[in-house]
């Protein structure tokens, strides 16, 4: 079988699972007696056990079984729920998550888990997680196989095949008896049976299948089936060749005696004739309804969900192809309009509405929820917690909140410094906080939320907060300014100073963070995806830190707008309304001209002034306001006229114009003229 083609499936479903056995755990460890938790850890693991062994990367299965092994030991209430044990079941989740990364790297997946192994093995005989710390690496390694001296036998043996195995004995094969259960969710089993014999087929020969093979080929038995084989292979080779078989839940060997079966043979002969009466009877009744109805329920299940996986770089081409094909739809428009042509204007407007609806499916596509990135955190906050002996309640906000998927990329890393550095240097140990009169659990909230076309993601500890002349002193001993400007600095702009490269006020370095360190880095990440970051702390209260992200960095709906001969965008997103205002409504306060829109005091801001685009001392009796948002701010947008709302493309200004002030990008218009879009959010801050 080619598994090259399923490796990318299996990859991104690993990265699930584990992801899935990461949250349950830390809901376990809350609910340590909730036994529906540990089945659905089991259950991910039980899968993911199950398509390693079928990739043939036999270090994850292996892991991954022994893992297996020590949950079912919980659910069935022979180990409790404790701290130590989840930190090695953690620990297994680690290894497993490394191996995955390094297949999905173009790597083998091997790794060196003995000492996991040993402590995963020694905690479900019942040893202390302590206990098995120190034994792990003196502790032996193997593998148990059911094996049986055949004074029992799921299978039941005439003459002739007694006389075949005997045979078979004396040529030195081995006879066993195999049975294997196939997963409750299996939808084509009788498939999966096939597949069971051409792989057993390989290596020996079948002697007898318990239910016959037609009934087998039927689908009349329920999960389990009993194949009898003769064959040179020893009995773990055995097993892992079949569990190499997708969907494949267990797997039990036992050597058949022939001793076992004369006995069996001789003694029992008229019970075992009753007993296979009443086999057959419910096989061919029961066991086929039940068989159906679970068959009609899985099959009904997977019709109601049904998705595709799709590599991110063909949806790229995609909305390069489509991003072209907006251009010319506004240069058709352009035409359409030029010739008054009613047959053109009539297909160029049922064109742009299909491109329309094309183009939503496509930003859809993209679209991702936070919550894949959000998901690895509550992990790594519980891991930091205990290493700084701290304690942390980390809460998630607006995980559904979505991202276009290339910013998904990106954020993860800023994201996960910015929390190392709350737990270390933001929240004080426990003793300090409660000197403090604060709660001796510190939190951290993570919430993200939309406003306009950008995306907000903050990062909020009820910490000690940023010593503010700890920041100055450390800034002007590092000159990155002096005591004349430290003095004339606002609090905003003390806490920017943080993101200077190389700037941290911590005392000691720690191997978790320092409080600076790397916020450079952090600051130009999360710039270079069109966004921005800024910081609020109350000393002794905590910290606040705010990231800014575009919605998507593509296609936006805009209101074209003029200013003498030049033509800017602004983002529909962020536009309330626009507005025809007399000179004379126009007031002043606090040397700003201000008016009054709908009881509320707008600033006004000429865009003429801003840009400096050379004019003509022509002044107007009204002016064309555009009003505009950013969360509960508002500003008025002075321009010569209104053009109309057009979809355009988001073009990056290049290398050379990185720090234009309120210019996010540019496009291109239907006529081949270059518009600037204008960045609001930049305008009103």
Do not use: W
């Not at 002349?469 to 943080?498: H, R, W």
């Not at 966004?531 to 910290?543: C, D, F, N, P």
């Not at 003509?616 to 002016?623: M, V």
């Amino acid at each position: 079988m080619e598994l090259n083609q399923y490796l990318e499936v299996f990859i991104e479903e690993s990265k699930e699972h584990l992801q899935s056995c990461n949250a349950r755990l830390l809901d376990l460890e809350k609910n340590p007696e909730d036994i529906n938790i540990v089945n659905d850890i089991f259950r991910s693991a039980h899968t993911l056990k199950g398509m390693s062994a079928t990739m043939g990367y036999e270090d994850l299965a292996s892991l991954t079984h022994q893992m297996e092994n020590v949950l079912d030991a919980i659910r069935n209430h022979k180990l409790s729920v404790t701290p130590e044990i989840l930190d090695v079941v953690f620990q297994a989740v680690d290894d497993l998550e490394a191996m995955v990364f390094s297949i999905a790297d173009g790597g083998d997946g091997k790794r060196n888990v003995t000492e996991v192994v040993e402590k995963l093995k020694l905690i479900e005989k019942g040893e202390s997680p302590q206990q098995a710390q120190s034994q792990a690496e003196v502790a032996a390694t193997s593998t148990v196989v059911t094996t049986s001296t055949g004074a029992s036998f799921k299978s039941e043996y005439d003459e002739f095949e007694y006389t075949v195995l005997e045979q078979s004995k004396e040529q030195g094969f081995e006879a066993y008896e195999i049975t294997i259960a196939l997963r409750e969710d299996c939808l084509l089993k009788a498939a999966r049976v096939y597949m069971v014999f051409e792989v057993l087929e390989k290596v020996g020969e079948v002697i007898k299948s318990t239910p016959p093979v037609d009934q087998l080929e039927e689908e009349q038995f329920d999960q389990e089936f009993t194949v009898s084989i003769v064959s040179k292979e020893n009995q773990e080779d055995l097993k892992k060749i079949i569990m190499k078989v997708s969907e494949v839940e267990k797997v039990e060997i036992n050597a058949i005696s022939l001793e076992g079966i004369r006995n069996k043979q001789e003694t029992t002969k008229a019970e075992s004739e009753e007993e296979s009466k009443k086999t057959v009877e419910t096989t061919n009744s029961v066991v086929p309804a039940e068989a159906e109805q679970k068959k009609q329920t899985s099959t009904g299940k997977q019709a109601s969900n049904k998705t595709i996986r799709v590599n991110i770089e063909r949806l790229d081409i995609l909305l390069n192809l489509f991003e072209e094909l907006v251009i010319d739809r506004g240069r058709l428009e352009q035409i359409s309009n030029d010739l008054k042509n009613q047959e053109l204007h009539e297909t160029v407007e049922r064109m742009s509405r299909i491109t329309g609806d094309l183009q939503n499916i496509i930003l859809n596509m993209r679209m991702v929820p936070v919550e894949t990135v959000f998901n690895r955190f509550p992990r790594m906050v519980r891991q930091l917690a205990r290493d700084l002996g701290k304690k942390v309640n980390l809460e998630i906000i607006g995980a559904e909140t979505e991202l276009d998927r290339t910013v998904i990329d990106e954020i993860g890393d800023p994201l996960v410094h910015l929390i190392r550095n709350a737990l270390d240097h933001g929240l004080e140990t426990p003793d300090v906080r409660k000197a403090n009169g604060k709660n001796e659990e510190g939190t951290v909230v993570l919430k993200a939320f939309h406003s306009g076309n950008h995306v907000f993601i903050e990062i909020d500890d009820d910490g000690a907060g940023i010593k503010k002349q700890k920041v100055l002193e450390k800034a002007i001993k590092n000159g990155i300014i002096n005591e004349q400007t430290a003095s004339t600095l606002t609090d905003k702009e003390v806490f920017e100073l943080i993101f200077a490269s190389g700037f941290s006020t911590a005392d000691k370095i720690s191997d978790v963070s320092g409080r600076g360190v790397g916020l450079d880095v952090v600051k130009n990440t999360i710039e270079s995806l069109g966004g921005a970051i800024s910081i609020e702390s109350r000393e002794g209260k905590g910290s606040t830190f705010s990231i800014q992200l575009p919605l998507t960095l593509s296609i936006i709906s805009v209101m074209l707008v003029e200013i003498e001969k030049e033509k800017f965008a602004v983002p529909l997103s962020s536009i309330i309304e626009t507005a025809i205002v007399k000179k004379a409504e126009i007031l002043n306060a606090h040397n700003q001209k201000v008016i009054d829109f709908r009881g509320k005091v707008v600033p006004l801001l000429f865009l003429k002034d801003i840009f400096q685009v050379p004019s003509q001392e022509e002044e107007d009796e009204f002016y064309s306001v555009v009003i505009v948002r950013k969360g509960d701010k508002m500003a008025g947008l002075i321009v010569d006229s209104f053009i109309g709302q057009q979809e355009v493309v988001l073009k990056s200004l290049g290398n050379y114009l990185t720090n234009v002030f309120a210019i996010s990008g540019a496009t291109i218009l239907g006529d081949g003229q270059v518009a600037l879009i204008v960045d609001c959010n930049a305008l009103i801050k």
